[in-house]
């Protein structure tokens, strides 16, 4: 079983920048993969970054390539997503999920344990 924590969201002017953590309970943590998602009010939630177990391997989805990173301690049990040069359509609840695999990672349903999300706000 993971619990996990996330922190760190807000209120920014566009092109700001947030940093978002993800705090798991639990040994396990360096055995899972982590993965970002967010959800706009009326849209379905959508897959942002994942990493590996180790962190060797990241992915992004292509609307926030190249402004975000996401990085993990598995020694402090946490996963980071660095946001920059936000935009108003940054908008939305992220949450952080983990899973046992790096298959499918864009897939939400296939994520085992979830967060509660933190609001992400951008002002224009």
């Known amino acids: 079983q993971v619990q996990l924590v996330e922190s760190g969201g807000g209120l920014v002017q566009a092109g700001g920048s947030l940093r978002l953590s993800c705090t798991a309970s639990?040994?396990?943590?360096?055995?899972?993969?982590m993965g970002w998602f967010r959800q706009a009010p009326g849209k379905q939630r959508e897959f942002v970054a994942a990493?590996?177990?180790?962190?060797?391997?990241?992915d992004y989805a292509d609307s926030v390539k190249g402004r975000f990173t996401i990085s993990r301690d598995n020694v402090k049990n946490t996963v980071h997503l660095q946001m920059n040069s936000l935009k108003p359509e940054d908008t939305a609840v992220y949450s952080c999920?983990?899973?046992?695999?790096?298959?499918?990672?864009?897939?939400?349903?296939?994520?085992?344990?979830w967060g509660q999300g933190t609001q992400v706000t951008v002002s224009s």
């Open positions: 990493i590996s177990e180790k962190g060797g391997r990241t």
């Open positions: 999920g983990a899973k046992a695999n790096y298959a499918d990672i864009r897939t939400p349903f296939v994520y085992s344990y």
């Open positions: 639990g040994r396990t943590f360096s055995t899972y993969v």
